[in-house]
Structure formats: structure tokens, C-alpha cells
């Protein structure tokens, strides 16, 4: 099956800082998701990105899908960012494989 | 709040007990999912439920049983259930299903936190 790998595995900021999250996979895929777990186990869903790139206020994501990568960018960082950051992908016909995520933590 | 409601949301049950949780989604879709999530481990997909019927068993122990009795309710009882599976039970919900299981964009509850005695 397809393998999805997130790096770093774990990230420590000073609050205002910028950070580049990876997520490597694969296999072609037709669907890539970001997501943000926060401390109380809350899974919030922060883009929908097979190709391309999205920018939601200080987040953005960009997808190379030739060359089987994601980045999620996080500008300005605040506490309220910290919690794991999880990328999940699928092949057509198959279901979402979530990465082991990265844990991010900021500091004020 | 994603719109995906989960209950409860902490369960401390003996391996001889029998419990159900709950899922409830208000965003009118029409897929619904079990998820388990282990320490160090990542997210697994348990049951698949599209249109109330299941389409998917991630080859999981029969002392976890779902039931879909509607497209915005979806239960997961558990009986003599084992210490190893003390995890993070999550819900989620998506539009549809396309090509399969192939999902489109995830909605997820907060979770149950079960721990097993």
C-alpha cells in the first residue's frame, strides 16, 4: 500500500516564528489532506489539497503531486498552533492513509 | 465545532462490561467512519458506513460492532473488550464516497478516550 511519511517528527517554535511542514508519499494519489489535532484530541480538517496550492490566513499548503509531495506552511506561529499536524492521503479507489503526524509545539 | 459530535467523550470500562459510542453528524452527509487512534501509532480506519450500509471492515475484532441505523447516527458497541484497546475512538463523516472508499474531505468528532481495566 502507499506509505506516507511526515517530517519533522517532532518541531519546537518561539511564538512569531515562521515553520514548513513535509508530508512525502508514495504513490499517486487523488486526494491529500491536511489536519490539526489539538491538545484535547480535537482532528480539525485545514485543507483539501491533491495538487496546487491554498492559502487559509497564516496557513498555506502547496501539493507537487509529480513529485509526490505536500508542505504545510505556518506563518506567525501562536500557541494556540501547537498539537499535531497530520497528512493523509489516498490512491483512486482507495481509502485515506494517515502519516505518524508532527508534533508541534510553541513557545511564547 | 466541525459538526460531527461525539459521546462520551472519556469511557473507563472493564474488559466484561458492554458499552456503545455515540456519533452524530450534523453537516447532511452521507459517509460516516469509525477511526482508532493508538499512542505512537497512526490514525487506523475500523468500519466505513456509506448511505447506512456498511462498505468497509478493516479486519477488526468482533467485540466491536458498528451500527448505522440512519446516515447521521453511527454507533460503535463494545464488549470484553482487552486492555490494548484503551485508544482514542474517533468519527468522522464526508460528503459521499467516491471511487470506493477513495474519501473526500474528512469532517472529525473530538473523540471518546476509552480506557480498558
Known amino acids: 500500500g502507499i506509505q506516507v511519511e511526515q517530517s519533522p517528527p517532532d518541531l519546537i517554535l518561539q511564538e512569531g516564528a515562521n515553520s514548513t511542514l513535509r508530508c512525502n508519499f508514495s504513490?499517486?494519489?487523488?486526494?491529500l489532506q491536511w489536519f490539526h489535532q489539538n491538545p484535547w484530541g480535537q482532528l480539525i480538517n485545514l485543507f483539501y489539497?491533491?495538487?496546487g496550492t491554498k492559502q487559509n490566513g497564516r496557513l498555506s499548503a502547496t501539493t507537487v503531486a509529480t513529485e509526490r509531495y505536500s508542505l504545510l506552511y505556518i506563518s506567525s506561529s501562536q500557541t494556540t498552533d501547537s498539537g499535531v499536524y497530520f497528512c493523509?492521503?489516498?490512491?483512486?479507489?482507495?481509502?485515506?492513509?494517515f502519516g505518524a503526524g508532527t508534533i508541534l509545539r510553541v513557545k511564547s | 465545532e466541525t459538526g460531527v459530535t461525539q459521546t462520551p467523550r472519556h469511557l473507563v470500562m472493564g474488559m466484561t462490561n458492554k458499552k456503545s459510542l455515540k456519533c452524530e453528524q450534523h453537516?447532511?452527509?452521507?459517509?460516516m467512519y469509525w477511526y482508532k487512534q493508538s499512542a505512537k501509532k497512526p490514525l487506523e480506519l475500523m468500519f466505513v458506513?456509506?448511505?447506512?450500509?456498511?462498505?468497509e471492515n478493516n479486519s477488526v475484532p468482533s467485540r466491536f460492532s458498528p451500527e448505522c441505523p440512519n446516515s447521521s447516527h453511527l454507533f460503535l458497541h463494545l464488549h470484553t473488550l482487552q486492555p490494548e484497546d484503551s485508544a482514542l475512538y474517533l468519527c468522522?463523516?464526508?460528503?459521499?464516497?467516491?471511487?470506493?472508499?477513495?474519501?473526500?474531505?474528512?469532517?472529525f468528532g473530538s473523540g471518546t478516550q476509552l480506557s480498558v481495566l
Open positions: 453537516l447532511g452527509h452521507n459517509a
Open positions: 493523509a492521503v489516498a490512491e483512486y479507489g482507495n481509502k485515506l492513509v
Open positions: 458506513y456509506s448511505l447506512e450500509e456498511r462498505v
Open positions: 504513490d499517486s494519489v487523488n486526494n
Open positions: 468522522a463523516s464526508s460528503q459521499d464516497l467516491r471511487a470506493g472508499v477513495a474519501n473526500e474531505k474528512l469532517f
Open positions: 489539497i491533491p495538487s
